[in-house]
């Protein structure tokens, strides 16, 4: 006799529609279903994105409880539509409701009012975890179409948002993919190519990016759309639908326990609520037979997930996870799991986050009332009542405040222009997430990140202050913009490197053809304007331009990058280097590549080109590994590899090796570090532990092996790092330390050329995060976090961290980009040999 699970998961073969929605019958006539608008029944293909986008506008214009809008659009312009679905009343008043809703989630509206609770299902976002897209596409026919007293009751309870994909460029890579290999008949072996995808995968957007962390750092259009559709609205409810590994059954919530001392968020969301609805999904997925657990694994430390960010909203963020069929059909230890059978258990879920909000309307409504209440009961109860910060990188700082705005977090301006943060406000909450640090940890092993105090991303020098901040709130980043008119030279213009944007100011000259140079040594002007280490000089005599032109081009790159041009009528400096200094050099143009593909980690290769697109302007060139072999480096000047693993032959390290010594660049990133030592193309080494054969082993009991081991693992921390302000790969910081975040175990020994280690770690280096003790004293003491390697004439940029980490590293893209833009100007000295001396 088949076992009945293995039943369950053929069943979605034999049973079309009704294996799906059989219990929600009666459904309007005249209204399609998915099965029949796309010609083909849910679950024998891959749906596209645009397919999924038709079906829900379908909805929309044939039933008057259905109303479609779009949030966004993603990077290669597919449209992020929300569906409403309600009663046609709730439709009509959906402005009136918006405003009750969030008026009593805010408290300025005391008696709770009789409307619609708000939900919002979101789906897929992540690309090659497909079925909860064709789960969303069920739930909206079933949500519109049923007249099932059930389903009708629901329409009048709750204004119900559904977010087919939340990442649709990345599905659409992913259904590409698994349609084009589906097999006729099917094929089940986990070896099979529709099983498989091939590098990058589906998993993450345009630009490679996890989306599931990009609530909090919110630097894609998909989650800067999405955050402000939220802050319209504060779902109570907000389901994130996943897939795991194919080995396994289905998740839902309660989670792992947090694994902070003092979680921010309230006890009742991650107990009580997280209970209440676990109750639904239990007896839902026990009604079809579905093996499920919950608790054991996950966790909602990290604010930036898609189940955790509504935590802090007030809303209960609750996360889905089924066991993949990673195409139609695959052989598990469990049987054969289907396609079918995936879409069912999210479908099923998703129509039971709908039950559990509806009947427990009061109860989700006053905890978010209570929350926003208790949020600032806690900021009043604080010493600390606002953080405040003051940065001479004006475009650093815009960014960071562009972000706090994001999240609806009040800033001010005070008299002395410095930025102040108020604790005492609704936000108090997210407040916490952007400045507090934090050394201890109810655990020791985290899904993602310890770590992501964002002030330490974008490296802000913050104070807490005991008195609450006076004068004007920000409303809009753009209004800080702050530029003088360009005074016209007919000698020359020079630009403070102390701007995040002065990298794309330099491609902008570069792409005008107009000749740059940099500082190797300040100088002051005349006007006793001061021109740190790195500070741009264009000459007005040496360009192919005429005055008037070089002019133009300058005023409208001073508009473009909001970076501060000055004209200077005279080459004699007041103070510092002249204008004709050999201390000023010309900038070579980068001419970049970046290995990309199989081995190599698409997250870092994603980082690099979103950074280079759509901040600096800059092209670079991504040539998968197997065809690296064939490549002519000599059109390049800079290699840029991302983690991963170089397993090249001798020719090829050869081949490499060469190419550097004629004086071009590597930009190593992370793993990528110990190819590089491995092949002996630099001269460099890796820290080792001295192990310590006096120590016995102690048995351990083995079901804790997974906790233990975690437990040595660096899930993200920020460390301090000091800097050389006079090294080309530090032009143009303001503050001799730095925030460094890292999330790999690569420890780089210090160069044996003292001016080979640019950045150093502070004796004192923790600065928020868990790191494990064997970490923190046998590790971080002897090690550098970069390293600048002299090969030849060439030289190996070593950064054991990495400085372009999901979009948000604001405080070390510039050390990156100088890489880029000064690597190939930067020697390390050497000392001479005795007869070298002589003149």
Same mark, same amino acid.
């Given at each position: 006799m088949r076992p009945l699970f293995f039943l369950l998961l053929i069943s979605a073969q034999l049973c079309g529609q009704d294996y799906f929605t059989e219990q929600y019958k009666p459904f309007h006539e005249e209204i399609q279903s998915p099965n029949q608008f796309l010609g083909y029944e849910i679950g024998s293909q891959h749906t596209r994105h645009d397919q999924i986008v038709s079906y829900l506008e379908y909805l929309a214009s044939s039933s008057s409880d259905a109303k479609i809008s779009y949030y966004g659009k993603t990077h290669e312009g597919r449209k992020l539509p929300l569906l409403a679905i309600g009663t046609q009343e709730t439709l009509s008043n959906m402005k009136e409701i918006q405003k009750a809703h969030v008026d009593f989630a805010h408290g300025t509206l005391s008696e709770e009012p009789d409307i619609p609770l708000v939900v919002n299902l979101g789906y897929n976002v992540h690309g090659n975890e497909p079925s909860s897209s064709e789960a969303a596409l069920l739930t909206a026919y079933t949500l519109v179409a049923s007249n099932h007293s059930q389903i009708k009751h629901f329409r009048t309870q709750a204004l119900i948002f559904i977010d087919p994909t939340i990442n649709p460029d990345g599905r659409d890579r992913h259904t590409q993919w698994a349609n084009s290999y589906k097999g006729t008949p099917l094929v089940s072996d986990p070896m099979d190519a529709e099983h498989n995808e091939a590098w990058p995968r589906g998993r993450t957007n345009h630009y490679w990016f996890d989306l599931n962390r990009d609530w909090l750092l919110a630097i894609n259009p998909e989650s800067q759309g999405k955050l402000a559709w939220y802050h319209q609205w504060y779902p109570n409810v907000v389901t994130d639908f996943h897939e795991m590994g194919s080995q396994s059954t289905y998740f839902f919530e309660p989670m792992k326990a947090n694994g902070s001392l003092d979680p921010?968020?309230?006890?009742?969301?991650?107990?009580?609520?997280?209970?209440?609805?676990?109750?639904?999904?239990?007896?839902?997925?026990?009604?079809?037979?579905?093996?499920?657990?919950?608790? @054991?694994?996950?966790?909602?430390?990290?604010?930036?997930?898609?189940?955790?960010?509504?935590?802090?909203?007030?809303?209960? #963020?609750?996360?889905?996870?089924?066991?993949?069929?990673?195409?139609?059909?695959?052989?598990?230890?469990?049987? @054969?799991? +289907?396609?079918?059978?995936?879409?069912?258990?999210?479908?099923?879920?998703?129509?039971?986050?709908?039950?559990?909000? $509806?009947?427990?309307?009061?109860?989700?409504?006053?905890?978010?009332?209570?929350?926003?209440?208790?949020?600032? @009961?806690?900021?009043?109860?604080?010493?600390?009542?606002?953080? +405040?910060?003051?940065?001479?990188?004006?475009?650093?700082?815009?960014?960071?405040?562009?972000?706090?705005?994001?999240?609806?977090?009040?800033?001010?301006?005070?008299?002395?222009?410095?930025?102040? /943060?108020?604790?005492?406000?609704?936000?108090? %909450?997210?407040?916490?997430?952007?400045?507090?640090?934090?050394?201890?940890?109810?655990?020791? $092993?985290?899904?993602?990140?310890?770590?992501?105090?964002?002030?330490?991303?974008?490296?802000?020098?913050?104070?807490?202050?005991?008195?609450?901040?006076?004068?004007? %709130?920000?409303?809009?980043?753009?209004?800080? !913009?702050?530029?003088?008119?360009?005074?016209?030279?007919?000698?020359?213009?020079? !630009?403070?490197?102390?701007?995040?944007?002065?990298?794309?100011?330099?491609? &902008?000259?570069?792409?005008?053809?107009?000749?740059?140079?940099?500082?190797?040594?300040?100088?002051?002007? =005349?006007?006793?304007?001061?021109?740190?280490? #790195?500070?741009?000089?264009?000459? /007005?005599?040496?360009?192919?331009?005429?005055?008037?032109?070089?002019?133009?081009?300058?005023?409208?790159?001073?508009?473009?990058?909001?970076?501060?041009?000055?004209?200077?009528?005279? &080459?004699?400096?007041?103070? #510092? $280097?002249?204008? &004709?200094? %050999?201390?000023?050099?010309?900038?070579?143009?980068?001419?970049?590549?970046?290995?990309?593909?199989?081995?190599?980690?698409?997250?870092?290769?994603?980082?690099?080109?979103?950074?280079?697109?759509?901040?600096?302007?800059?092209?670079?060139?991504?040539?998968?590994?197997? %065809?690296?072999?064939?490549?002519?480096?000599?059109?390049?000047?800079?290699?840029?590899?991302?983690?991963?693993?170089?397993?090249?032959?001798?020719?090829?390290?050869?081949? /490499?090796?060469?190419?550097?010594?004629?004086?071009?660049?590597?930009?190593?990133?992370?793993?990528?570090?110990?190819?590089?030592?491995?092949? =002996?193309?630099?001269?460099?080494?890796?820290?080792?532990?001295?192990?310590?054969?006096?120590?016995? $082993?102690?048995?351990?009991?083995?079901?804790?092996?997974?906790e233990n081991l975690g437990r040595e693992e660096l899930g993200g921390v920020f460390l301090k790092g000091n800097l050389d302000l006079s090294h080309p790969l530090n032009f143009g910081y303001i503050n001799e330390t730095i925030s460094l975040y890292k999330n790999n175990l690569v420890w780089l020994n210090p160069s044996k050329n003292p001016y080979g280690t640019p950045v150093t770690y502070d004796q004192d280096p923790h600065l928020d995060g868990y790191i494990s003790n064997d970490i923190l004293n046998n590790y971080l003491p002897k090690a550098a976090p970069v390293v600048v390697s002299s090969v030849g004439k060439g030289r190996v940029i070593m950064f054991a961290e990495n400085p372009n980490f999901r979009g948000t590293a604001y405080g070390t893209n510039r050390m990156f980009l100088n890489a880029l833009f000064l690597g190939n100007h930067i020697v390390v000295p050497k000392k001479r040999a005795a007869e070298d001396n002589n003149h």
């Amino acid at each position: 006799m088949r076992p009945l699970f293995f039943l369950l998961l053929i069943s979605a073969q034999l049973c079309g529609q009704d294996y799906f929605t059989e219990q929600y019958k009666p459904f309007h006539e005249e209204i399609q279903s998915p099965n029949q608008f796309l010609g083909y029944e849910i679950g024998s293909q891959h749906t596209r994105h645009d397919q999924i986008v038709s079906y829900l506008e379908y909805l929309a214009s044939s039933s008057s409880d259905a109303k479609i809008s779009y949030y966004g659009k993603t990077h290669e312009g597919r449209k992020l539509p929300l569906l409403a679905i309600g009663t046609q009343e709730t439709l009509s008043n959906m402005k009136e409701i918006q405003k009750a809703h969030v008026d009593f989630a805010h408290g300025t509206l005391s008696e709770e009012p009789d409307i619609p609770l708000v939900v919002n299902l979101g789906y897929n976002v992540h690309g090659n975890e497909p079925s909860s897209s064709e789960a969303a596409l069920l739930t909206a026919y079933t949500l519109v179409a049923s007249n099932h007293s059930q389903i009708k009751h629901f329409r009048t309870q709750a204004l119900i948002f559904i977010d087919p994909t939340i990442n649709p460029d990345g599905r659409d890579r992913h259904t590409q993919w698994a349609n084009s290999y589906k097999g006729t008949p099917l094929v089940s072996d986990p070896m099979d190519a529709e099983h498989n995808e091939a590098w990058p995968r589906g998993r993450t957007n345009h630009y490679w990016f996890d989306l599931n962390r990009d609530w909090l750092l919110a630097i894609n259009p998909e989650s800067q759309g999405k955050l402000a559709w939220y802050h319209q609205w504060y779902p109570n409810v907000v389901t994130d639908f996943h897939e795991m590994g194919s080995q396994s059954t289905y998740f839902f919530e309660p989670m792992k326990a947090n694994g902070s001392l003092d979680p921010i968020m309230p006890k009742d969301n991650y107990i009580k609520l997280n209970d209440i609805f676990a109750t639904y999904f239990s007896k839902q997925l026990d009604s079809i037979g579905s093996l499920y657990f919950t608790k @054991e694994v996950f966790d909602g430390t990290y604010p930036g997930y898609g189940s955790s960010y509504p935590d802090l909203q007030g809303g209960l #963020g609750i996360l889905f996870e089924q066991a993949s069929s990673r195409g139609l059909k695959q052989k598990t230890a469990f049987g @054969e799991i +289907t396609f079918p059978f995936t879409i069912r258990n999210q479908y099923v879920s998703s129509l039971a986050t709908v039950q559990a909000a $509806v009947e427990n309307k009061s109860i989700l409504r006053k905890y978010q009332k209570d929350f926003f209440e208790s949020a600032l @009961e806690r900021s009043t109860k604080s010493k600390i009542k606002a953080y +405040t910060f003051k940065d001479l990188d004006q475009n650093k700082t815009i960014a960071f405040v562009d972000k706090l705005l994001r999240h609806q977090i009040e800033v001010y301006q005070t008299a002395e222009n410095n930025f102040a /943060v108020p604790t005492e406000q609704k936000q108090y %909450r997210m407040v916490q997430s952007f400045f507090e640090t934090y050394d201890t940890y109810r655990d020791s $092993v985290y899904y993602d990140a310890s770590a992501w105090s964002v002030a330490h991303f974008y490296n802000i020098n913050y104070k807490e202050t005991s008195k609450a901040p006076q004068g004007k %709130r920000i409303e809009k980043s753009s209004d800080l !913009v702050s530029l003088l008119p360009l005074k016209k030279s007919s000698y020359a213009y020079a !630009v403070n490197a102390q701007d995040y944007n002065v990298p794309a100011l330099i491609q &902008g000259l570069q792409d005008n053809s107009l000749v740059t140079s940099t500082a190797f040594k300040p100088f002051k002007s =005349k006007g006793n304007l001061s021109f740190p280490y #790195g500070s741009l000089v264009i000459p /007005v005599a040496l360009q192919s331009k005429s005055a008037d032109d070089t002019y133009t081009i300058l005023q409208t790159l001073q508009k473009k990058y909001h970076v501060q041009i000055h004209g200077l009528s005279t &080459g004699f400096s007041a103070q #510092g $280097v002249d204008l &004709g200094s %050999r201390n000023i050099r010309p900038i070579k143009k980068p001419k970049a590549l970046m290995i990309i593909g199989d081995g190599t980690r698409s997250y870092e290769a994603g980082e690099v080109w979103h950074l280079l697109d759509t901040r600096v302007g800059m092209p670079i060139t991504k040539v998968h590994q197997h %065809r690296f072999n064939s490549l002519d480096l000599e059109k390049y000047n800079t290699l840029v590899l991302i983690s991963g693993r170089y397993d090249w032959d001798d020719k090829m390290v050869t081949k /490499v090796k060469s190419w550097v010594e004629k004086g071009n660049s590597i930009v190593a990133i992370g793993t990528a570090n110990n190819s590089l030592i491995k092949h =002996k193309i630099v001269n460099e080494k890796r820290v080792k532990k001295e192990a310590d054969s006096t120590v016995a $082993v102690k048995p351990k009991p083995y079901v804790d092996a997974s906790e233990n081991l975690g437990r040595e693992e660096l899930g993200g921390v920020f460390l301090k790092g000091n800097l050389d302000l006079s090294h080309p790969l530090n032009f143009g910081y303001i503050n001799e330390t730095i925030s460094l975040y890292k999330n790999n175990l690569v420890w780089l020994n210090p160069s044996k050329n003292p001016y080979g280690t640019p950045v150093t770690y502070d004796q004192d280096p923790h600065l928020d995060g868990y790191i494990s003790n064997d970490i923190l004293n046998n590790y971080l003491p002897k090690a550098a976090p970069v390293v600048v390697s002299s090969v030849g004439k060439g030289r190996v940029i070593m950064f054991a961290e990495n400085p372009n980490f999901r979009g948000t590293a604001y405080g070390t893209n510039r050390m990156f980009l100088n890489a880029l833009f000064l690597g190939n100007h930067i020697v390390v000295p050497k000392k001479r040999a005795a007869e070298d001396n002589n003149h």
